[in-house]
């Protein structure tokens, strides 16, 4: 076996490897189980990169049959179709880079993909021998967990117990109104899932050659001008009295608001690149528009003033070209 050989099975097992261990941790619970869930994508980029479309889909469609068959079933197919669409996702962004297409169409087109998949699986398939739609039981599913999720809080005094059955009772509630978002919640899961798979993939050094030299001009990145009249459309249609105006506009209006806080995600790279902020306080400053809720709404803020103010021309001819992502 040559030495090129050996290098290519070398990096097509550890691919392999690592898609393998972050589906296993994808079923744990609270924050391991979604940070494993949210990487899957990476290695299978890196499947599509180095070992070609057909090969990654065939590594894939592998790992989730094995998932499925230590579950011993317990996982009907299409919610194991559903749960593979990270996959999906990892072999899309790996189309698209390699074909040169810009961050937001990557993004974009491969959120799309995954969501005519998700959606024909859901429309087309029933969970389980009682023939109940996807959609009821995913309904019933998320109430399930939401329970379940009070009963761990107050089993580790998050919550009072006294007050547990007031907190399922606020669970049928919440269920009702995450249902009728569901597609912007799917859209947003997608659309993050993409854009931290890419922004991972830029800083680790065996993936830079999939991306092309416009990328080094990522902090940028802006919104299409004329999205901010779907903002405004969405926000008039949660003015009329009717739910189904309602749903479609806050539907709308969510997915809107995150190509926003992307924007205003990208203006926050490019200044803390003008004034050389160390790596270790930009991971601070993120983390902290991440979780903290008036931050993030400040950088969306951020994102929509930036159609008429193009706040990052303010000392844009000073400053070196950039190199990195950020």
Known sequence: MTHKSQSSSRELGLGTLAMVILVACSSLHFVAGIVATLLIPLPVLYLRWKAGRWRAALIGISVWFLYGFVTMGSISLPVLMVLATPTLLGILLGEFLLAGYPVGRCI???TIGCLIALFAVMSTWSTGADGVPFFESFRAQLQVNMEAAFEAYGSVGL???EQIP???????VLTESIFRIFPALFVIGFAVMA???LVIARKIDPMKGLFSKAWEHLKEWQAPDPLIW??????CL????GPVPKAIGMNVLLVVLLVYFFQGLSIVAFFFDRKQIPKFIRGIGYAFI???EVATLLVIGLGVFDVWFNIRRIGKNAMDPLNENG
């Open 195 to 197: 854009w931290i798979t």
């Open 159 to 161: 919550i009072p117990a």
């Open 238 to 241: 949660l003015l009329l009295s």
């Open 108 to 110: 974009a087109f491969s």
């Open 166 to 172: 007031e907190y399922k009772e606020m669970a049928k």
């Open 230 to 235: 779907v903002l405004v459309s969405a926000g």
């Open 290 to 292: 991440l979780f903290q």
